[in-house]
């Protein structure tokens, strides 16, 4: 507008001085000016319209952002909240779940330790079967079976207690009280015979078999499948006491009278029911038996022992005797100067002193020096056929203690285990391992003691025949060489 209103105050101005042709035309321009003025004012008024309904729009845009970003906030706000409470219900969760975890895991140990113990208990039970009565073994080991059977299926360990409870209750009752039963049994002597069997709880019994013959079934003061003993009675007095009481204990199915027991209830029993007294062999049996596996070497021992003072005794028997005749006499052979004697009495002589002699004898012309030594060299080859055997000895001496001392403690490892079974309230059930340590120990100090004292006899001889050989020897250098000095 302002350029508008310049032209026009031009055009006044110069009006005069234009004509109607250049007014017209001017005023034609001023037309066309006011035209595009008009034009671009409307342009303008529409851009500032267009432009004030855009800020409206952005001003209105701009108040619903807000809202909506108001609206994000607190759902964000919101969500926030909720994640928070998410988070602290996972924890919470998660805890739990650590807790359900701890608990499941303390759980399967229990139920491991619980599983552990019941195989243990069944494999230990299974293990005292041979320890039981003998008539109960088939039916412990089948009730044992079928708990284990059972319990490897199900797994149920609630059934498999209530089981073994039941089992080691029926034990109880069956041990309890006097019973009678037929059964079949294999008997010491290894016959198998039908007994009708009067049974006094796990203690013992009486049975008489199909044949008429009375049998005691006893405890025999051992572990494992020997703890019992089935015996043929032959006491006279039991055996008629059987006779008279024991068809009226079966036909009435009770005792009412005295019943003879084996309080004893150990080897010694067998002899007294028996009737007659163990031999010296027998006896000897027992405690080889008693011994354990220990008592096979220390056994052999002897015999080596005793072989071996035989051959040195033959050895050295008689050798100082025959070494001072022949000295006696190749010394006087020389005396008289007969060398041609001498030599052909050491070629149809022998043994080490001859051998030595003739020794001297043949090197008497390079010197008593050359001599000596020879005979001395000589003199060392004979020590060791003499010390033959003899550290042999010493050591079966040696080893003997030892491996009663190795007795010893195989007994006592059994005596342990069995007061792990059975505690220390029955002391026949350590008499094994006792037995075992104290009888190894006894055997191997018998065989150490003599073998000693031979030995030290057996070296004592050798030393004294070594000296006299040496002695024999210098005497015939001093004579041979009566006017030589002798070697330091």
């Known amino acids: 507008m302002r350029y ?21 035309a001017k005023e034609a321009q001023l037309t066309a000016v006011k035209t595009r003025l008009a034009s671009t004012r409307d342009s303008l008024q529409n851009e500032i319209t267009a432009r004030w309904r855009v800020k ?24 926030y909240t909720d994640l928070s409470r998410v988070r602290e219900e996972c924890l919470v969760q998660e805890k739990n779940i650590g807790d359900a975890q701890t608990e499941l895991a303390a759980k399967l140990e229990e139920a491991k330790y619980t599983q552990s113990t019941i195989e243990d208990a069944l494999n230990k039970e299974a293990d005292l079967v041979m320890e039981s009565f003998p008539t109960d073994r088939e039916d412990r080991r089948g009730v044992l079976e079928q708990i284990r059977r059972r319990y490897k299926e ?72 020997e703890r019992f003993r089935i015996e043929p009675v032959q006491l006279l007095s039991l055996k008629n006491f059987l006779m008279n009481s024991f068809s009226k204990w079966v036909s009435s199915n009770s005792i009412n009278d005295k019943v003879p027991t084996d309080v004893m ?7 007294i029911i028996a009737g007659k007294k163990a031999s010296t062999y027998t006896e000897f049996i027992r405690q080889v038996k008693a011994g354990g596996a220990v008592m096979i070497p220390l056994l052999m021992l002897p015999f080596w022992a005793i072989g071996l003072i035989l051959a040195k005794l033959f050895q050295l028997g008689g050798k ?63 020590v060791p056929r003499l010390n033959r055997f003899l550290n042999t ?46 009888i190894t120990a006894k ?44 070697i330091q």
């Open 393 to 438: 000895i010493a050591v079966i001496a040696g080893a003997a203690p030892l491996l009663g001392l190795l007795g010893t403690v195989s007994g006592m490892i059994n005596l342990f285990a069995a007061v792990t079974n059975y505690g220390t309230g029955d002391p026949k059930f350590l008499a094994g391992g006792i037995s075992e340590a104290l």
């Open 56 to 79: 409206q729009r952005y001003v209105r845009q701009q108040e619903t952002d807000k809202d909506e970003i108001a609206s994000l906030n607190e759902r964000q706000e919101k969500a």
């Open 154 to 225: 199900n797994g149920n360990i609630t059934a498999a207690l209530n089981a073994f409870v039941n089992y080691h209750s029926a034990l109880i009752r069956n041990g309890a009280g006097i019973r009678f039963e037929r059964k079949t049994v294999v008997c010491d002597d290894g016959a198998v015979q039908v007994l009708q069997l009067a049974r006094f709880g796990n203690v013992f019994g009486y049975g008489l078999s199909d044949r008429g013959e009375y049998y005691i079934v006893r405890q025999g003061g051992k572990l494992g499948q």
């Open 265 to 271: 209830q150990n080897e010694q029993a067998g002899s």
């Open 4 to 24: 508008a209103f310049l032209i026009l105050v031009s055009l006044v101005g110069i009006a005069p001085a234009m004509s109607d042709k250049e007014f017209r």
């Open 320 to 382: 100082r005797t025959r070494f001072k005749k022949q000295h006696r006499i190749v010394a006087t052979m020389i005396g008289k100067g007969d060398y041609d004697s001498t030599a052909a009495y050491l070629l149809k002589s022998g043994g080490a002193m001859i051998e030595i002699m003739k020794c001297v004898i043949d090197n008497r012309a390079n010197g008593r020096a050359n001599a000596e030594r020879i005979a001395r060299d000589r003199l060392s080859e004979e």
């Open 443 to 486: 055997t191997g100090l018998a065989i150490a003691i003599p073998a000693l004292f031979i030995h030290d006899y057996l070296r004592n001889k050798r030393d004294r025949l070594l000296a006299e050989m040496e002695a024999y020897t210098i005497r015939l250098l001093d004579a041979v060489f009566p006017e030589t000095d002798r």
